[in-house]
């Protein structure tokens, strides 16, 4: 366990910055990782782990700062050549070809056959044929797959990157094992996981990552949590106070929305809960923890394997958004990319809707369009001096665009995904009361947030999804950020789930 | 394995359908015997080479709108070169030519990153124009030899020329091909552009090797054309919506990294037989012209509706 | 391009060229006039070849008269485009479309005859977009398929008819051929049907989803709009647009052929793309169409002065396609 700090570092990543226009999405990252060592590279969502990682594989080129591999400073261009020095990574999406069988899959890779059976076997995978094709294999067996070619491939440092997220527990246990034998036999770790039970299982520092920046080293030791927690959060933003007196008391015997055992590939597991008019219900979880999922389900782009959803207590299933437009529930995605016409103008994207049915498809209702348009606009506050073109908005406005385009048609329930990512403080600042004043107004908002300080100021009540489960409940009073955090990490249960 | 079975059975159930519809063939015209064969797998020569290309670029994951145009600046330049050059150095010339044609639709796709749907179809003009250009109406020669080459038999009675042409012309280039880590590139980029590129796949080239391939094929498909008609033909004839057809009727999924060159050549079989027993039954050869378009486009319709339950999955 | 100051960068010309392509773009065809008269003096200005009158009226006219058909079916590109599609079929759809009705007139009266054209020509776009749109083949196979089908029914049909001659009506013919004070007649066909397109692009709510499946399909489905409505109507509109431009083709060319119309699918493609829409969809002009057609008109004219063959311009429309995505492809990724 204990590293050798005598002998020249395997990883060493210094002073990494990274930009993305106006957005810093690095400012300086530092991860060291010495011979034998296992360190956690943690961060809350945003903190840059993602783009780090791009950097680390060379996926992408950093603006500053140097990548050091065995001593050697890694240019490295491309994957492949991230891998040729020394560095292979395991993602949680695997990086096999799915239309190719297992042994070309190795092929491709150059990596020994016979190394690779080994390390197969050590991870528990029984009567695996090389001729399989990926495509035909589950999920799990492929992770331990990609994980059994790069470690065939004696890396250096290998990068492990949400790569029990979604395993079963025995594949989790044999993989920490087989990495820690890994490492104990001379290779370097970089290990990301949201899971804090498998770090201090098996690593030996952590490295915390907050707002692009490396803010700590810890040695892995019991109780590290709180103090990882706690460098995670860092000194907040101020992002004003909730306004007393505001709160709804719009409670009605009938939820809006009833979600009961929603089920749905592949993350999303028997969740259920009641939305009521009024209500602003927040939505807690890390990434990729099943809230795509739900929101999917509940806009009507993904059918539900199991479960059902009611509206004002009737059962309905949408085969279509508009079908879940119909009734109510309208969505505002977690990507503005993914809502937005780029190249149209503010008006044109607010009132889209409005033309939808095949009922509207004649002469536009210009008069109505207008006012209604002009009521959102000044609603939101949005900026319309470049509104020729919504894509020359600053983020923060295509936001308010997504938003307003069903204030404009009118909100009954509103499902947002994560509505303030990557925008500035003043617009978050606006969207938290407009949240609330639409509650007050007799709206049902479902609110997932990636920042959980923001569940106090806009929320009722949260739901904490972990590992696709509903995990808890908390009040919005009691919903301090140590305590979110801590739940949503699944350390710690403060209530049975309502 | 599994995997490798049903694959093989599709192109099983292929030949199968093959013989079935021989069979009917033979019941409808009791004369239809090695002859008729003969004269089927000569019929069939430009289409399975065009088909062949287009496999090729549908497996990496994009389609050549241009086969059709390629072919005829293949067969315009074999047929204006090759009296004056000769023969063996007018078949490498033109087969180069049509190399280098696949391979400037695949850098411009790999250099624009305009889709390979629009770059083709410019393409699809601007080849047809330069076959125009290089001769105006049908015309020039090709040495008898080549002529005669692709008819009759080939040492023994019952294996036609054509056949065999086809069957050793697409071996000798897929199979080293296939075998070879560019081959494996071609899958991979054409299964999962992202696994492959993190897997040390260099896209682009590859992108570009498989062009070359579909204008190596196209420059068959070209000469075959010459050989057929013995005459240059600056207009393309109807390959492109035929190859699409066979290539995913044998098996190859619109989309990529699927599928084989067997599949596909046998679906250009399936589909000229049609026209065979269509033409046998004494169907009006305009009527058969808008039967083998239906199939055509009913068989594209049905792929894609697959494919896309298997991507909604 | 001249006209524009030299002092803006790059990425500026091109949004506003993006923005306004109809004001470059008539400066483009005035520059391309003034090298025509270049090429051969007195051709567009009398004066100079020693008759009278300061502008050729009657070449004015002509190149008005043969841009007609071309942009009507540009605007089945245009509209499609919008969508990041593209009707393949339009023209066989024209030729169908003319040689139905001169067939048919003699049999069954002019009016039916045209009714049933534009039928057909309906009929075809509605397979289109069944097939684009609920079955979701891409629109440049299933266009290409249906055109060859077209085209097979209608060498069938052929026989059938082949006893009975043809008539072309009257009233195509005063369209296609008659002028009044020295402009087509053609006109009087044309601007309304300009204006009614125009409208529906800008109006119309469907005009409005057209613009909206080609920008972001997903967010249009993200607002409760259903696609494959929108592709149906769609395709069967432009079908009907190629049946309407078959017709005005006929009066003026006055000998169906089973090839009438197809030469034009291309050039239709053409000045779609040099008006300023996207064949990527999203963005799209049909005034920049009509004049990309006047400019297609004139580019022709000099290529026929020239003696340019019949390849060197197919080439050179292949080109043109190519190199104009490319560059507003380019121009997507700067700004």
Known sequence: MLTDNTSQPLLDAANVTKSFGAVHALTNASLRVGVGEIVALMGANGAGKSTFVKILTGALHPDGGEVIIKGKAAHVGSPAEARASGLVPVYQEPSLVPDLSVFDNLRLTDTPVEAFIDFVEKLGIENLSLNAMISALPLATLRILDLARALASKPDVLLLDEMTAALPTDLVERVLSVVREAADAGCGVVYISHRFAEISAICDTATVLRDGKTVGELKIEPGVEDRVVELMLGAKIDLGQREVGKESRIRTVTPRLSVNGITAAPKLKDVSFDLYPGEVLGVVALEGQGQDELFEVLAGFEKPSDGSIEVDGEPVTFSHPADAIAKGLTLVPGDRADALMAERSVRENIALPFSASIRNWGPLRQRHEKSRVAHAIERLQIDTRAQGEVQRLSGGNQQKVTIGRWLAKGVETLLLFDPTRGIDVRTKRQIYPLVRELAEQGAAVLFYTSELEEVPLACDRAVVIFNGHVVDVIDASKADEQTLMRAAYGLSKTESAA | MTALVSRNAWSLGLIGLLLVLVAMTKIIQPDFGLSGLESLSRAALPFAFATAGMAVVVIVGGIDLSVASMMAVCSVTAAVLMPSLGGVAGVLLVLAIGAAMGAINGALIVLTRVPDIVVTLAMLFVWEGTALLILETPGGGVPGWLRQGIGGYFVIPGLPKALLLIAVIVAVIWIPLRRSKSGLAIYATGSHENAAFRSGVVVGRTRVLAYGICGLFCAFGGLSLVSLTGIGEPVPGPYLLASVAAVVLGGVVLGGGRGGLLGPIIAVFVLRIIRTILTLAGVDPNVTTIVEGTVMVAVVMLATVVTYRRVRV | ?335
């Open chain 3, 1 to 335: 391009m001249s006209m524009v100051s030299e002092e803006r960068n790059p990425v500026q010309l091109g949004r506003y060229l993006r923005d306004n392509p109809v004001v470059p773009l008539i400066a483009l065809l005035f520059f391309l006039i003034a090298v025509l008269e270049f090429m051969k003096p007195g051709m567009i200005i009398p004066l100079r070849g020693g008759r009278d009158g300061l502008v050729s009226i009657f070449w004015v006219g002509n190149l008005i008269k043969f841009a007609i058909p071309l942009a009507m079916l540009a605007a089945c590109q245009v509209l499609t485009m919008l969508t990041a599609g593209i009707d393949l079929s339009a023209g066989v759809v024209a030729t169908v479309s003319a040689f139905v009705c001169a067939t048919l007139s003699p049999l069954i009266g002019i009016q039916l005859a045209m009714l049933i054209a534009l039928g057909a020509g309906g009929m075809v776009g509605l397979v289109n977009g069944v097939g684009s749109g609920v079955v979701r083949v891409h629109p440049l196979i299933m266009t290409l398929g249906t055109g060859l089908i077209a085209t097979g029914c209608l060498q069938v049909y052929q026989r059938f008819v082949i006893s009975t001659g043809t008539e072309i009506p009257q009233m195509l013919v005063w369209l296609g051929t008659g002028r009044t004070l020295g402009l087509p007649n053609g006109l009087f066909l044309f601007v309304p049907f300009a204006l009614v397109i125009l409208w529906i692009m800008r109006f119309s709510g469907f005009g409005r989803l057209l613009f909206a499946l080609g920008s972001n399909e997903n967010a249009a489905s993200l607002s409760g709009v259903r696609s494959w409505q929108v592709l149906v109507a769609l395709y069967t509109l432009s079908g009907l647009i190629a049946a309407l431009a078959g017709l005005l083709y006929l009066g003026m060319i006055r000998a169906p052929s089973l090839s009438l119309a197809n030469p034009l699918l291309l050039p239709s493609v053409a000045a779609a793309v040099i008006g300023g829409t996207s064949i990527f969809g999203g963005r799209g002009s049909f005034a920049g169409a009509i004049v990309g057609a006047l400019i297609l008109r004139v580019i022709d004219t000099m290529l026929t002065l020239l003696q340019m063959p019949q390849g060197a311009r197919i080439l050179i429309f292949g080109l043109i396609i190519l190199t104009v995505t490319g560059i507003y492809e380019r121009i997507i990724r700067q700004g």
